[in-house]
């Protein structure tokens, strides 16, 4: 018995060593390997999608005046939304925070349009986004933004989503019951202040 413990442990450690030369040689492996450990613990959702996680593309262009980019990224979420209440008819999209400005610390002016929440979580019903993305994708390239890439692997049980545009604005889509739609975007501003904003956003 004490030899067959011995041929056991060596077996087990010679095994677990191999599996790391795999992981050190083929780092997608690693990657899969912590998406899968990240959505083992939602039983209750179907199958995740096949997509790669999501990463933005790099910054190209420069952000547009506040005033234009209410105007482009309101029309975005409201598209968004229409476009996904539309595919998930039972789960309606409502005002959740107010559109703002803020700046961050290395002086860029930030702008939030107005956060959507949902009426109930969003990821069994949309088939683990899958839904999502057929709904969003083409609204996406409507208003000069990549596709979904897939969902990001979140601590916390959050199921995310993200497309970044060329200027870095961002759209975020996360659900853990019920979901967020949200959108943050560089934008040109002399006093970065909320009273620049449509009286409407505030």
Known sequence: MKAFGEIRRRTLTETGDEMNRRMHRKPWALAAAI?????????????????????????????????????????????????LEAKMPAITWAVDDDASVTQ????????????????????????????????????LKKHGFPAFAGTDPVPGGWVVTRSTDATGATVTIRSKSPAYLDVTAPVQSESCDDSELPQGDQ
């Not at 939030?112 to 019903?125: F, G, N, Y």
Request: charged share 20%; aromatic share 4%.
């Open 35 to 83: 998406a899968l450990l990240a959505t083992a613990g939602c039983s209750s959702t179907p199958d995740g999608p096949t997509r790669e996680p999501s990463s933005a593309p790099p910054v190209t262009a420069e952000p547009a005046p506040l005033a234009e980019s209410v105007a482009k990224y309101d029309a975005l979420r409201a598209d968004l939304v229409a476009a």
């Open 104 to 139: 961050t610390k290395d002086g860029t002016c930030i702008f939030h349009p107005q956060t959507m929440k949902s009426s109930a979580d969003i990821v069994e019903p949309s088939r683990n986004f899958e839904e999502v993305f057929a709904a969003a994708d083409p609204i």
